[in-house]
């Protein structure tokens, strides 16, 4: 069965960090790019990182750049967000998927996991 599972988040106070972890389970994540995505209530879901199958290249929406840092480790079938200097607009449920190829976005992914929320206090 082939699954995805978020985990770590929580509430934290403006400033403060958060490590989210995704682990992949009845498939191999090393051909796969994997993203993560986060949606605000009344919002869209929007993209927030992602890491490619191939080189480890990495994107990053422009304003989480300098705080966010995603990371894969293939061995391990698992993907990283970690998050520093949290801001009460990156509340939302982070969600990670994945889309074969070197690439991932909301429209292409193929695998999400169910969520993990973040809530950051001003």
């Known amino acids: 069965q082939v699954q995805l599972v978020e985990s770590g988040g929580g509430l934290v106070q403006s400033g403060g960090s958060l490590r989210l972890s995704c682990v992949a389970s009845g498939f191999t994540l090393d051909y796969y790019a994997i993203g993560w995505f986060r949606q605000a209530p009344g919002k869209e879901r929007e993209g927030v990182a992602s890491i490619s199958s191939n080189d480890g290249s990495t994107f990053y929406k422009d304003s989480v750049k300098g705080r966010f840092t995603i990371s894969r480790d293939n061995a391990k079938n698992m993907a990283y967000l970690q998050m520093t200097d949290l801001k009460p607009e990156d509340t939302g449920v982070y969600y990670c998927?994945?889309?074969?190829?070197?690439?991932?976005?909301?429209?292409?992914?193929?695998?999400w996991g169910q969520g993990t929320q973040v809530t950051v206090s001003s």
């Open positions: 998927g994945t889309a074969r190829g070197m690439a991932v976005t909301t429209r292409t992914a193929t695998f």
